[in-house]
């Protein structure tokens, strides 16, 4: 790209080359970013602290940080159920990494007409259930455990030559290490490709245990309401 901008006298040339090899750059330190991830959560005895984990509250702040980004990128993104206490035995920094490459993954492949996505969180019996849900192409059933592995991508990761296909690895790697587990699906469960979703479960605090919220905020509890506004019920931004 670089040898093709400098034969060229012409500006615009020159800035779709470089926009070209600035994308290029970002992609290759996702990659490497990607691969150091995974590279730690194989890591032969891997010591790994869990500890009770206020899952909503964590979940409401990655959520936080996302939406200028979606926003930006002309993306509906909603959350469901963040109002109810859920604790999990879980690591933190884990946690944030699923949901991370999670809406990395929907931002990037689950683009819909108008695009939506949905954070949601809800108890299954002895488990909390994650799930981040777009309304894209969505995956097949044969693809879907596939997309587990590394290096595996699917036709809209293909088509726009992005990524490495390792997200969706590394989510389910944390999962595992956490005691969980990682299922992808479509978003509607009545109609065959109507979106992606992606759900984790992971183990609920045992009862007795206590819960601690480990996620650092020390935000007031007024301007925990009011940011919560954003995030809760079926509210979309």
Do not use: F, K
Not at 94 to 109: F, K, M, P, S, T
């Amino acid at each position: 790209q670089a040898a093709h901008a400098l034969a060229h006298s012409d500006p615009a040339v020159w800035r779709s080359e470089l926009e070209g090899i600035a994308a290029a750059e970002q992609r290759a330190s996702r990659t490497v970013d990607q691969l150091l991830a995974l590279a730690r959560a194989t890591e032969g005895g891997i010591a790994l602290a869990l500890q009770p984990l206020a899952l909503n509250t964590a979940v409401r702040e990655v959520v936080l940080r996302y939406l200028p980004r979606a926003d930006a990128l002309g993306v509906d993104l909603g959350a469901e159920g963040l109002d109810h206490a859920v604790a999990v035995q879980a690591n933190l920094a884990l946690v944030e990494g699923i949901l991370n490459n999670l809406l990395d993954n929907a931002l990037r492949y689950g683009r819909g007409q108008p695009p939506r996505i949905t954070v949601s969180l809800h108890t299954e019996a002895a488990h909390a259930v994650l799930c981040v849900a777009d309304n894209g192409p969505g995956v097949g059933l044969d693809l879907a455990g596939q997309l587990q592995q590394r290096w595996a991508q699917g036709g809209p990761g293909l088509q726009l030559g992005q990524g490495a296909g390792l997200g969706l690895s590394i989510v389910a790697r944390y999962a595992q290490l956490m005691g969980g587990r990682l299922e992808l699906g479509d978003a509607d469960a009545g109609a065959h490709g109507a979106g992606l979703a992606a759900r984790v479960w992971l183990p609920l605090v045992a009862r007795g245990a206590g819960s601690t919220d480990s996620t650092g905020d020390r935000s007031s509890e007024s301007d925990r309401t009011d940011r919560t506004d954003r995030t809760d019920g079926s509210t979309h931004a």
